[in-house]
């Protein structure tokens, strides 16, 4: 029975014991759930918050974004208004600036500029004055030309954006805003490479075969090479007919303006986009000569004794070089090596040669009767120029012209009265005859030509723009022979009449422009030699005496013997005597935001 007891008793203390420990668990389970669910609460109202938190950002970010690009749009509408008001300033100007001088035209624009102003709730716009710039001034030729910044704040809410327009306002001009401009034809010959903008009044041809002459004992021969189609990488605006000629330039027929046949007969096919341009009235270069500030015979005070100059002199007045003597011949000779300075204006009754790595500086103008050899440098003062009127002043070129005169052309017409072999020069020179540049030509201005303009083997590596102007035609060619690497020029051609150019044997590349009343390019590409070569495995393709390229296909229209590249510096740096118009044009050059 005590055992039983026990037993009972003991049963009842582990019940007892257990219903303890179920409690306790129960209490601690209690517990453990209760923090559960607040760290549960705490984890959910901090995603809670971060979500509230990341969705008020969220907006700010896409609130403060939509007023950035509301206000660049609000910036480019600024300035858009401020372009057309300055537009219409300018139109209105011409309306009465008819031989208006240089003076005159710089106190219009200043009256202007201050009415380009504005300030509304989204943008506000004006022209910045810290940031003008006069670019060329030249009284005798009336060129001005400047460059104005617009600056527009678009505005939205808190952003605030800044535009920056720059504009260049000149009287030059505007053919020579344009890599190429012709009022006629356009022939394409072969592979020629032209990025920029291109207008032709006339019609367009274009062939996947380049010409270039050569003689065969005494024959002239012309021969044409299987080549590329042109490139155009950029607007063409053509007014005429698109055309393709057949093998060896025959049977020029017309094809329609399409997108297709554009990328059919060009390498790179230029996008056609109609533009308005307004082309010279008259004739540039006859222009220019009927101007008496240009041909007049400066006066002097003082008359040099000696035409040969082997040691440097200076002259402290203007100096006259007289004929009186020269009967039979007469010919004012600077020699090598040697300066000769005039602080005045020269006027050579004679012929002028200068030897290699001579000088003439001048402080005015230069006057020069008969014809002339250039080389060295010739240096004229600020705003002036050099006058070749190539006249022969000897008796025996005299009577030698006399019969010219009377037989005609049977003389032929390629007595060049100027010769230009390595030559620095500044300023404007006007050549009343037909003109030779050979070599070296370090110029940034204009050079005149009342005749024809032969150019052979052109270097200008000085960093400005040389201007060629023709009163006749323009033939370049013999230029970088046979050369594999381009050679640079920075030079824009205007010829009244044609102008050809050949980058077959040649290979150049051409910083600038060019201008004809018709124009004719023949290219090819790559590797162009006198003896047979070979390259990729290929054997050279022969034409009459020269090998070229196999590779005319498939290499690249920038491997082109022929590029022309517009340089949009010419109308940040304008040259001396660059043709003008009396009107003020616009040309936007950059856009930017800060």
Same mark, same amino acid.
């Given at each position: ?340 300075? &005039?602080? %005045?204006? #020269?006027? $050579?009754?004679?012929? !002028?040669?200068?030897? *290699? ?5 001048? /402080?005015? =103008? ?64 006007? &050549?009343? %005859?037909? #003109?030779? $540049?050979?070599?070296? !030509?370090?110029?940034? *201005? ?5 005749? /024809?303009? =032969? ?78 070569? *070979? ?60």
């Amino acid at each position: 029975m005590l055992r039983e007891k026990e037993s009972r008793l003991f049963a009842g203390k582990v019940k007892e014991n257990r219903n303890a420990l179920k409690a306790d668990f129960t209490k601690e389970e209690k517990g453990y759930t209760l923090v559960t669910v607040l760290l549960l609460f705490l984890a959910i109202s901090f995603i809670l918050m971060s979500m509230l938190e990341l969705s008020v950002t969220s907006h700010s970010s896409v609130a403060a974004q939509e007023n950035l690009l509301r206000a660049r749009q609000n910036a480019e509408n600024g300035t858009l208004e401020a372009t057309a008001k300055l537009r219409n300033e300018i139109n209105n100007l011409n309306l009465h600036l008819s031989n208006a001088n240089i003076d005159v035209i710089k106190s219009q624009l200043n009256g202007i500029y201050q009415k380009i102003s504005a300030n509304t709730p989204e943008y506000e716009y004006k022209i910045d004055n810290t940031t003008r710039e006069e670019l060329g001034y030249d009284i005798a030729n009336g060129l001005y030309s400047e460059k104005v910044e617009i600056v527009t704040v678009g505005k939205s809410g808190g952003s605030r954006q800044t535009y920056r327009k720059t504009l260049v306002l000149t009287t030059m001009a505007d053919v020579f805003k344009y890599e190429l401009v012709t009022p006629g034809n356009l022939d394409l010959n072969g592979a020629a490479y032209l990025e920029g903008d291109v207008y032709v009044g006339g019609d367009l041809t274009t062939h996947n075969q380049a010409s270039f002459k050569y003689t065969f004992f005494i024959f002239d021969r012309t021969a044409w090479v299987d080549t590329a189609y042109p490139a155009i990488n950029g607007n063409l605006t053509l007014d005429g007919q698109l055309k393709v000629k057949d093998a060896n330039g025959t049977n020029p027929r017309t094809v329609e303006k399409t997108k297709e046949n554009l990328n059919k007969f060009f390498s790179i096919a230029p996008n056609l986009k109609p533009a308005s341009l307004t082309l010279p009235d008259n004739n540039l270069v006859n222009q220019a000569f009927r101007n008496p500030k240009i041909t007049r015979i400066p006066s002097t005070s003082h008359t040099a004794d000696d035409y040969d100059y082997e040691e440097d002199k200076t002259f402290t007045s203007s100096t006259k070089f007289d004929n009186l003597f020269g009967f039979l011949y007469n010919k004012f000779t600077i020699h090598h090596g040697v300066t000769i300075r &005039v602080h %005045g204006d #020269l006027v $050579v009754d004679g012929s !002028l040669e200068m030897e *290699s790595n001579s000088k003439l500086i001048v /402080d005015g =103008d230069i006057y020069i009767k008969g014809p002339a050899v250039l080389r060295g440098t010739i240096q004229v003062g600020q705003g002036r120029h050099l006058y070749i009127k190539g006249d022969e002043t000897s008796l025996l070129g005299m009577i030698f012209d006399l019969i010219k005169d009377i037989f005609g052309d049977i003389f032929g017409d390629k007595s060049f009265v100027t010769v230009i072999d390595n030559l620095t020069f500044n300023g404007s020179m006007y &050549v009343n %005859g037909n #003109l030779a $540049v050979n070599k070296h !030509l370090n110029a940034n *201005s204009a050079i005149y030509a009342k005749g /024809d303009i =032969d150019i052979n083997d052109l270097n200008n590596e000085g960093g400005g723009t040389l201007i060629l102007l023709s009163g006749r035609n323009i033939g370049m060619y013999n230029n970088n022979q046979y050369a594999d690497t381009p050679k640079e020029i920075n030079a824009y051609l205007y010829s009244t009449n044609q102008l050809t150019i050949y980058g077959v044997g040649s290979n150049i590349k051409i910083n600038g422009g060019v201008f004809a009343a018709s124009i004719e390019l023949n290219t090819t590409k790559g590797i162009t030699q006198e003896s047979d070569f *070979s390259v990729d495995g290929k054997d050279a393709m022969r034409v009459g005496p020269l090998y070229f390229d196999p590779r005319q296909l498939t290499l690249p229209p920038t491997k082109s013997r022929l590029s022309i590249y517009y340089k949009k510096e010419m109308i940040l740096n304008p040259p001396s005597g660059i043709p003008t118009v009396n009107k003020v044009t616009i040309t936007e050059v950059d856009g930017r935001y800060e």
